[in-house]
């Protein structure tokens, strides 16, 4: 069974930075996707950044440029650097993976971000 635990979320001004981070512990050797969706209020969840192992980030049009997903194998985390953030990225960020490919996924129990004056 995989466990998923985020942190890193909190209340930060416009313009502002937030590290996201999220480890996974269980019995795995390797996780083939990683990724990071959010949820805003009466809004459907949706993908913010995803990587694969041994290959390059996507991301949402909205976070281009501004949100950097990276990984580190070692630890089994996957992390988002999200600067210049803005209040349209205010939402529940929650942590994704996918061990093997085509397996199930699993989520994390989200983290707030705000973005307010």
């Known amino acids: 069974q995989v466990q998923l635990v985020e942190s890193g979320g909190g209340l930060v001004q416009p313009g502002g930075s937030l590290r996201l981070s999220c480890v996974v512990s269980?019995?795995?050797?390797?996780?083939?996707?990683m990724g990071w969706y959010r949820q805003a209020p009466g809004n459907q969840r949706e993908l913010v950044a995803y990587?694969?192992?041994?290959?390059?980030?996507n991301y949402a049009d909205s976070v281009k440029g501004r949100f950097t997903i990276s990984r580190d194998n070692a630890k089994n985390t996957v992390y988002l650097q999200m600067n210049s953030l803005k209040p349209e990225d205010t939402a529940v960020y929650y942590c994704?993976?996918?061990?093997?490919?085509?397996?199930?996924?699993?989520w994390g129990q989200g983290t707030q971000v705000t973005v307010s004056s």
């Open positions: 994704y993976v996918q061990i093997i490919a085509g397996g199930v996924g699993s």
């Open positions: 269980g019995s795995i050797s390797s996780i083939y996707h």
């Open positions: 990587i694969f192992s041994g290959s390059s980030a």
